[in-house]
């Protein structure tokens, strides 16, 4: 970029317009995404029309904040209600719910809106410098790679298990059975759908994932109700809004490696087509999970830590910058919400690839740093909204089981305008309600139905291109054998390391007996 080009980039941000309906798109974006099933596709696609009138920076720029602002806004409901507004804050959700039982839902808000500012930046800086090598990358994909970095994500389910692995793999597998269901991907034959046309097209995500995390946490609390418990135990604390929104310096410092490789990891899982913030955020928590040690001042990932929290908001935050770069560069959407966006810049008369860095280089460039803009906005954003929204934790159980109920059934059925959507919900509601009870843990099975899918078409696909003989079609693909090494490692790494400690522990033991 030359002087004059940044010139025409800032002064083109910095306009009345672009900066009043950037604003305008964060506000709504950060309450869609905190709603239930009103995804960031759902945000983006509702906002689109309104761009038709609009000059093409003021209009792309408001759609690349939306974006983000939606994947951001689906950290509050999960911190402060065990409701993940949109599928990316699944992992949030472990982490936030446990810190909001504990009163310090704010202080975990503001620990989520610190990472999603810090991954989206980073997502957008690459997407400014790193565009077109990093683009290149993806359509080096085949089949075969997708189909192993669909195993990759399903090592994480080990980690999802909690205290149980054998639960949570159970949980795991049975996701992969549901994702099953519907047409047969390679030659279109109805599969475990029972006669009935809706299941054609597969188990629906966000209804599935709604009655998992949302309605069977509303049947938990109307059970503790009626046992006479209170459900959440900081509902009468007034200490809760006068608690910390930003960390501590202290924490701070040990939360940056974390946000930064998670933050990595994102944008990588971005540009890879079809993966998405969902599998990024999970991928990103798998890690925290593994690499980060429990400290009195992050506690354990997986039982109320920040770290955890910053791990999976920074990087589902970094995947939507991420999923720009194969968008803008080759037309290829690394995500559903970078499709959409796609049409966005379609609209506006102007077509991926080689002109968009010449001819529409100020439009281009405007848009790029438009959409860093949004996620430093975002964060300010964040903080007016979540001081009302941790109000949410004084409402009584009695009255709030009511109203996530309600915007359950309207997230459900506002996806498709289908009741039998609305139906599959309360299915995985009562599912969830008993897997809870049983110890087995929700997490898992979603991440089952997310992969399921990808992992048998791009395995079919596999098997088609290799013509029979797929051991000598693996070691042509470098990608492919760099993911099958990262598969074998992160599933046998942890037992290795763990005989390795248990092995010097024991020496230790013998020399101090010594």
């Known amino acids: 970029m030359d002087l004059q080009l940044i010139k025409l980039m800032i002064s083109n941000v910095f306009s009345f317009d672009v900066l009043f309906v950037l604003l305008i798109g964060l506000v709504i974006a950060t309450i869609i995404g905190a709603l239930p099933g009103l995804t960031a596709n759902m945000a983006v696609s509702l906002l689109i029309p309104v761009t038709f009138g609009m000059n093409p920076i003021a209009g792309l720029v408001m759609l690349t904040g939306v974006y983000t602002a939606a994947i951001y806004g689906g950290s509050i409901t999960a911190i402060l209600l065990h409701t993940p507004g949109t599928p990316s804050s699944a992992a949030t959700a472990i982490d936030g719910y446990e810190l909001t039982k504990r009163g310090e839902g704010f202080k975990a808000i503001g620990v989520a809106t610190i990472a999603s500012v810090i991954g989206g930046v980073i997502s957008a800086l690459a997407l400014m410098f790193l565009s077109p090598p990093l683009a ?44 099953t269901v519907g047409l047969d991907q390679m030659n279109g034959i109805p599969r475990f759908t029972f006669g009935l046309l809706p299941l054609e097209s597969g188990i629906s995500m966000v209804p599935a994932m709604i009655g998992l995390f949302s309605l069977s946490q509303v049947m938990i609390m109307t059970e503790d109700i009626f046992k006479g418990k209170r459900t959440v135990s900081i509902i009468d604390d007034e200490n809760l809004l006068k608690g910390r929104f930003l960390p501590t310096w202290k924490e701070f410092k040990l939360l940056i490696p974390t946000m930064i490789k998670s933050s990595i990891i994102g944008v990588i899982i971005g540009i890879i087509p079809a993966a998405g913030a969902d599998i990024g955020s999970w991928v990103a928590y798998n890690e925290a999970k593994r690499s980060s040690k429990a400290t009195d001042e992050l506690g354990e990932v997986g039982k109320g830590s920040i770290a955890g929290i910053a791990a999976s908001e920074s990087a589902n935050n970094a995947v939507t910058g991420g999923s720009l770069i194969p968008l803008i560069t080759l037309g290829i959407p690394g995500s559903a919400t970078a499709a959409i966006l796609l049409g966005g810049l379609m609209i506006q008369g102007l077509s991926p690839g080689y002109d968009l860095f010449t001819k529409h280089a100020e439009t281009t460039y405007s848009v790029m740093f438009g959409f860093l803009l949004a996620n430093i906005l975002m964060g300010f954003i964040g903080y007016v909204i979540a001081k009302q929204a941790v109000k949410i934790t004084k409402i009584p159980m009695t009255i709030l089981a009511p109203i996530i109920i309600a915007l359950s059934v309207v997230g459900s059925f506002a996806i498709q305008n289908s009741i039998f959507d609305v139906y599959t919900m309360i299915a995985f509601g009562l599912l969830g309600y008993f897997m809870r009870k049983s110890g087995f843990g929700t997490a898992p099975t979603i991440l089952g139905i997310i992969l399921g899918p990808i992992l048998e078409s791009n395995f079919r696909r596999a098997l088609v291109l290799s013509k029979g003989n797929l051991v000598q079609y693996f070691f042509t693909r470098p990608i492919a054998i760099v993911l099958f090494i990262l598969v074998v490692s992160t599933l046998f790494l942890p037992l290795i390391m763990g005989r390795i400690n248990k092995k010097m522990s024991a020496d230790l033991n013998m020399s101090n007996a010594k």
């Open 136 to 179: 290149q990358i993806s359509l080096k994909f085949s089949a075969l790679e997708y189909a192993l970095l669909a195993l990759f994500g399903l090592t994480i389910l080990g980690s999802l298990a909690g205290d149980s692995m054998a639960k949570g793999l159970m949980g795991g597998v049975f996701g992969l059975f549901l994702g």
